[in-house]
């Protein structure tokens, strides 16, 4: 069986080659996106994806009382997320006490470093006083950057796609497993509603904003930095495409997000006096360093056939689910050949980045924000896309399942 894993990590590495050859070859191609939605089409879409993030908090607000009777239902909420969800407690504690180079408020506050700090520095602007519950004012920030986020994945695929592979688009991202990670504490969806909002601005060419709205994405998660090259190939393929001049203002969307990276390099310099030292702490405690996907693919196959008579669940819900997430995710970038090149440029250079690390954990919650996987689903034949998001629903009720038992699912 680990001939098989070594196997499927060739044949990936062979795909991910052509998919990015077909990509480069397509810059050569001209983009027309379509008009917008209407506002009752977005307004929909974000009501279907607020309707999905009640129904989930109702979940997990129901286990938190289940499991801790007796005590008020802001302090269950709280218990359930430090057992659930461990990258919760930190995005809460450097709300609450920042970042420091040593642990002055809180065990192993030196390392929370490694979280970006959009996303604590948004709750701690919507909690300053720090007077609400600090669990449950993340979950209700999620309850509006989730329909935020989903509303700008529909309007990009509306405008690239058209209304009827659009409503597809989400509803594969709502499918997708994992997908309950949008409603937990943490930069998911603001993550989401940046990217969206930075690639709907670059289809309107407002530069400006787009520029900005890239600082922000940047800022938010490492990630963001890619987000320079997807400017870039958009630009490129309208100097090719259409002969277009260089105009200095596309300067903007292309600095904007190398500048947020700048900004967090940054705070490292004041913090620790060491632009890098988030990577030290990556390495040192979490044992990430970048490496190539396909070894991802070869080693939790390793793990979960070395895991899997002692610790079966372990063995399954993370190692076998991440070889499944890696393998699938790649396979729907095939039928989106319709999609604009820059974008596929970026959707691959994220599924190269977030899946090569030397030890990963997350990758069904990161597969989340690349937006090329529903938007490639979304361009199958229709009965296809019925069937797939059949097994991706059924695979989505069963990892939620897993999360609530308390499995390996991070």
Not at 272 to 288: I, L, M, V
Not at 291 to 317: C, E, K, M, R
Request: glycine share 10%.
């Amino acid at each position: 069986m680990q001939m098989g894993f070594a196997f499927l990590a060739v044949v990936c590495a062979v795909l991910f080659a052509a998919l990015t050859l077909r990509a480069l070859w397509a810059l050569r191609r001209p983009d027309a996106p379509g008009p917008a939605p209407g506002r009752g089409a977005q307004l929909r879409a974000m009501a279907a994806a607020l309707a999905f993030g009640v129904a989930v908090d109702l979940v997990f607000v129901a286990m938190a009382l289940s499991q801790s009777p007796g005590v008020g239902w802001a302090e269950a909420v709280q218990r359930f997320f430090e057992h659930y969800s461990i990258d919760t407690n930190h995005y809460m504690r450097i709300a609450r006490y920042g970042y420091s180079a040593a642990n002055t408020a809180f065990d192993e506050q030196e390392l929370m470093i490694v979280f970006f700090p959009l996303y604590p520095l948004l709750l701690r602007l919507v909690n300053p006083l720090g007077t609400f519950p600090w669990h449950l004012c993340g979950m209700l920030l999620q309850l509006v950057l989730f329909p935020a986020g989903a509303g700008a994945y529909y309007r990009l695929a509306f405008r690239l796609l058209g209304p009827d592979r659009a409503r597809w688009a989400l509803a594969f991202l709502l499918a997708l497993p994992g997908s309950f990670f949008f409603l937990v504490p943490m930069s998911d969806s603001l993550f989401l509603l940046l990217v969206c909002g930075f690639f709907l601005l670059l289809l309107e060419d407002r530069a400006l904003p787009a520029g900005v709205c890239g600082f922000l994405a940047a800022f938010c998660r490492s990630l963001g930095a890619l987000l320079t090259g997807a400017a870039g190939a958009l630009y490129l393929s309208a100097l090719l495409c259409r002969k277009d001049r260089f105009r200095p203002r596309w300067l903007l969307p292309v600095l904007g997000p190398a500048a947020g990276i700048g900004a967090y390099l940054a705070l490292n310099l004041a913090v620790y006096g060491d632009p890098f030292r988030f990577s030290f702490y990556q390495a040192s405690h979490w044992s990430q360093r970048l490496g190539w996907f396909w070894n991802t693919i070869v080693y939790h196959g390793q793990s979960f056939l070395g895991w899997l008579a002692d610790s079966p669940g372990t063995a399954f819900w993370l190692s076998l689910w991440a070889v499944g997430t890696l393998v699938i995710g790649l396979a729907a970038f095939v039928p989106g050949r319709r999609l604009p090149a820059w974008m596929q440029l970026y959707g691959l250079a994220y599924y190269a980045f977030t899946n090569g690390v030397t030890w990963l954990l997350s990758a069904p919650r990161y597969a989340l924000n690349d937006p090329m996987i529903p938007l490639g689903l979304a361009c199958l034949p229709r009965g296809a896309r019925r069937v797939v998001w059949v097994v991706l629903a059924v695979g989505w009720t069963a990892f939620f399942a897993a999360f609530l038992r308390g499995l390996p699912i991070y």
